[in-house]
């Protein structure tokens, strides 16, 4: 089931189960708690956060929340009014809380243009150094947005042709992932990354989807709860690693 995450002061009795009528809806008391249902809960659709002013850490954390879950939509109920719409996706409510106004557009705003096709993986964009096996040649990139999916590599201008297939090598700190890859049609990619190309990983095992996976969210939590931290790329236990890593 589609759900919505609710945080901040409580809204008038009814009113959540109006708007969100039909949806999962779950209370995050903590801005921890906010933060670790976003990265392990799947279709969510919606955040709901009741504020009375966005301070500078809260806006940081919104503008991380906006860009690690572009597709996620962020309702702000705040009591003084905002300037602009504080990230992508967004928008601001004010009082009162309790009409049958607000409930009906609180509802519109959580409901149009709902996204079928949500992410089966959360994304990191650390800058990692990649290279690409096509055919007989190898080509380096700089890989961003990593998952436990695929990745995006920068390019300088060479694009391959969308369902080419290849090889792709990743370096983190002190290993490197090699798995094959499928090249994906550049429209696939979100607006915010630079000129390139994603691919989708084929034949990874469900195990290394898992490391992936594992690094990535414990980025995101951290990057969401101190956005101004630089968030370094890790270093993988080897212990644990499967036979799509090799040490470097």
């Known amino acids: 089931m589609d759900k919505v995450l609710v945080h901040g002061t409580p ?17 995050c008391p903590t801005r921890k708690d ?32 906006s860009s690690h879950f572009p597709l996620v939509k962020l309702a702000l109920l705040m009591n003084a009014p905002e300037q602009s719409e504080p990230g992508l996706n967004s928008r601001v409510f004010s009082p009162p809380f309790s009409e049958e106004a607000f409930i009906e557009d609180l ?26 096996q096509e055919g007989d040649s190898e080509n380096r990139y700089e890989i961003h947005s990593l998952s436990g999916g695929g990745a995006f590599l920068k390019s300088k201008g060479h694009i391959p042709p969308a369902r080419q297939r290849g090889t792709i090598r990743i370096e983190f700190r002190n290993v490197e992932l090699i798995t094959d890859c499928e090249i994906l049609e550049q429209r696939s990619a979100s607006s915010n990354l630079p000129f390139g190309f994603p691919i989708r ?23 969401l709860l101190n956005p101004k931290q630089e968030i370094e790329v890790p270093t993988l236990g080897e212990d644990g690693l499967t036979p799509d890593f090799s040490t470097l």
Do not use: C
């Open 11 to 27: 809204l008038p009795e009814g009113t959540l189960l109006k708007a969100a009528a039909g949806l999962d809806i779950l209370h």
């Open 34 to 65: 906010l933060a670790d249902s976003l990265i392990r809960e799947q279709d969510v659709v919606a955040v709901i956060v009741r504020i009375d002013e966005i301070t500078g850490e809260f806006r940081e954390f919104i503008s991380s929340l």
């Open 107 to 132: 509802h519109s705003f959580v409901f149009a243009d709902a996204v079928k096709n949500r992410r089966l993986h959360n994304r990191f964009d650390w800058i990692l150094l990649g290279f690409l």
């Open 201 to 223: 990983f084929l034949n990874l095992s469900g195990n290394s989807e898992k490391i992936i996976d594992s690094i990535v969210n414990d980025a995101l939590y951290q990057e």
